[in-house]
């Protein structure tokens, strides 16, 4: 069975440091995963997602992953944060039927 | 294109009514799904379905009942709603095929009272 696992439901970062969000997770196949983004009373929008191509993603805002099987992690980064990185963060692992498995999420606080 | 739709946005509910959640999308993509959104919890799916005619349950389908008669439509019902069902509850599309990327609507907000 698949799960995720996201390491703190809060981080805070100053704007220009880097951020760091962490997921791991767990599949009994080699898995799909993403990161979403869900800004203020909005829905999710997709980041990036790792489908067993090339194991650095890039996405969108500067976002970018690295999937590391040894380590079944898949962290997000950004060099610099910026004000308008704070929302919510949620890791997901694939499942059969096209069905997406969900970290608990991490909310992103940017401080001036 | 209006991707996925939903409706109502806010609703509230009283101990024993029912309603519909209404979910479209206009994508033509075959899998759609239910997710719960609950505080500190994530996502957790309620029901999904693959095609026109076929449905499923996910993890917390207890409460609910979908069907899914079109490819653009998949309403969600609530009977005797409970104040354990108060979330805010997202429809999603997948294409299908090599995409993997699901399309979220906007959420509806329910309370239960």
């Known amino acids: 069975a698949q799960s995720v696992t996201q390491l703190g439901s809060h981080v805070s970062v100053s704007e220009g440091a880097l951020v760091l969000l962490r997921c791991n997770y767990s599949s009994s196949v080699p898995p799909y995963l993403f990161w979403y983004v869900q800004y203020p009373n909005q829905g999710l929008q997709l980041l990036l997602k790792?489908?067993?191509?090339?194991?650095l993603v890039k996405g969108i805002n500067g976002f970018e992953a690295e999937f590391k099987k040894s380590e079944t992690s898949f962290h997000l980064t950004k060099p610099s944060a910026h004000m308008s990185d704070a929302a919510e963060y949620f890791c997901a692992v694939s499942a059969p039927g096209g069905k997406l498995i969900f970290g608990q999420g991490t909310e992103l606080s940017v401080k001036p | 294109n209006a991707g996925v739709t939903q409706t109502p946005k806010f609703r509230i509910l009283k101990i024993g009514q029912s309603m519909t959640l209404q979910c479209a999308q206009d994508m033509n993509h075959n899998y759609m799904y239910w997710y719960r959104q609950d505080p500190g919890m994530g996502l957790k799916l309620i029901y999904y379905?693959?095609?026109?005619?076929?449905?499923d349950k996910g993890e917390v389908p207890n409460g609910y009942n979908v069907s899914r008669s079109t490819t653009e439509d998949f309403p969600l019902r609530l009977e005797l709603a409970a104040p354990s069902q108060t979330s805010v509850y997202f429809c999603a599309t997948l294409a299908g095929g090599s995409s993997y990327e699901q399309y979220f609507g906007p959420g509806t907000r329910l309370t239960v009272t």
């Open positions: 379905s693959v095609g026109a005619g076929i449905t």
């Open positions: 790792y489908t067993s191509a090339a194991t």
